[in-house]
């Protein structure tokens, strides 16, 4: 009796224990929105999801039509990819030459920073500099005479 029990108990274990993996393994249902803002308007050359055309209209069906079928967001847009070329998907792909989209830019965002690292030291030093020095260094001392006319100008003004 207890061999059955714990036979039994083992057997649910292992159900529960198997249930989420086969959950897990099931395609995820395609979103019609979802791929619509990664595609492309092969005439109007804007993302789907913007576009206001017939063609687009054609390819909305399209794109409906295959989800009807059961493909998955990688079929599909394998699928439109193969029909219409790699300028169809919105997103240049993540190998390859188009790689260089995503790299570019981290690189010239790394090459400012840099230069800014390098280059912020100096500008302290200089603004350090120019602190020490008097602040008049470069204006020519008034003679007593341009002092008092400064000061008789500046009284007419005062009320």
């Known amino acids: ?6 036979a039994a108990g083992l057997l649910l274990l292992l159900l529960a ?3 989420p993996t086969a959950a897990l393994a099931a395609q995820p249902r395609a979103s019609f929105n979802d ?3 990664e595609v492309m308007c092969d005439t109007c050359n804007v993302p789907l999801n913007i576009a206001e055309s017939p063609r687009a209209d054609q390819e909305r069906k399209e794109i409906r039509d295959l989800i009807a079928q059961g493909l998955t967001k990688s079929q599909i847009k394998a699928t ?3 029909r219409y070329g790699p300028a169809i998907l919105a997103l240049p ?3 390859g030459f188009s790689l260089a989209v995503y790299l570019v830019p981290i ?3 790394a090459a400012l920073l840099a230069g800014a690292a390098l280059v912020a030291p100096r500008w302290r030093r200089r603004t350090r500099l120019a602190a020490s020095t008097a602040p008049a260094a470069g204006a020519p001392e008034l003679s007593a005479a341009d002092a ?3 000061d008789e100008d500046l009284a007419r003004y005062d009320v």
């Not at 009796?1 to 714990?6: F, K, L, P």
């Open 17 to 19: 224990l198997a249930s």
């Open 1 to 6: 009796m207890r061999r059955a029990i714990a």
């Open 93 to 95: 792909e993540d190998k």
């Open 107 to 109: 690189a010239v965002v």
């Open 35 to 37: 791929i619509e803002s």
């Open 148 to 150: 008092r006319r400064l």
């Open 80 to 82: 439109l990819k193969a």
